[in-house]
């Protein structure tokens, strides 16, 4: 990564349709003035054990959820609603263990990308992954070394670069959000998140990697720095391979 800071581009890359998005990222992320959001989709770049599951998606859950709840294929809630009423037939005990059991993070271990990732520098990682994939990748630039944040109180001790965890963290470090409810409270309850959230909209670029731009937070939180700055809100990158049909590229 290293020869893109100075310029040098992979043969073929700026032949990519993207590629001045790209370009402009790369300058923010290497003048120190960007930062990455981290969601499900790359957790499956883990290494895992031979019987261990695939990181789980979105999609993964409400399956479960819908089978464990009678729905029929089709006529489900979205997820979260799905969430909350296996919450209230099952009760948190029941949620939670749904949770340990298809994010077994014990036995997935971080993969290559996780490292290469970690490498980049990064003014702070938010995530909204349970797992510790993140955290546990050890970069091999030595001067990455991120602090991690996994409760409201870690906030005020805990330097930057940082791997901030947004909706809680394997093994104890609860709520894990997840239910319609846990989601509609989060601005009350976890409002130092919401507020360290919004600054870094503010203040840095951002890379959305392995996440559905979706999340109802980010929505809001999105939503608030657009509102707040107008024209002057730094710019959101959605990066994967994503097939987006044209109006939905352009959003």
Sequence with gaps: MGSISNGNWPEGFEKIPDFPAFKSFARALWENQAAVMVGS??????????????????GDFKARMEIALGYSSGYA??????????????????????IRELVPDERWSPGPLHKQLLELP??????????????????????????????????????????????GSLPSHKPFIFTEDEFRTYPT???????????????????????????????????????TLGASTRRIRLVGSLNLTPPARAL
């Design 41 to 58: 989709g790359f957790s499956r770049a883990c290494l895992r054990e031979p019987t261990a599951p695939a990181p789980p998606l979105w």
């Design 77 to 98: 809630p979205d997820a979260l609603r799905l969430a909350q009423e296996f919450q209230t037939l099952h009760g948190e005990d029941g949620l939670d263990r749904l």
């Design 122 to 167: 990064w003014r702070d990682v938010l995530t909204t992954n349970w797992d510790t994939l993140l955290e546990r990748a050890t970069p091999e630039t030595p001067d990455r070394v991120y602090s991690c944040v996994r409760t409201v109180q870690d906030i005020a001790h805990q330097a930057a670069p940082r791997i901030i965890k947004l909706h």
């Design 189 to 227: 309850n976890f409002a130092p998140f919401v507020n360290l959230a919004q600054q870094v909209m503010l203040e840095h670029e951002l890379c959305l990697i392995g996440f559905s731009g979706v999340d109802p937070n980010f929505l809001a939180w999105s939503g608030w720095a657009r509102d």
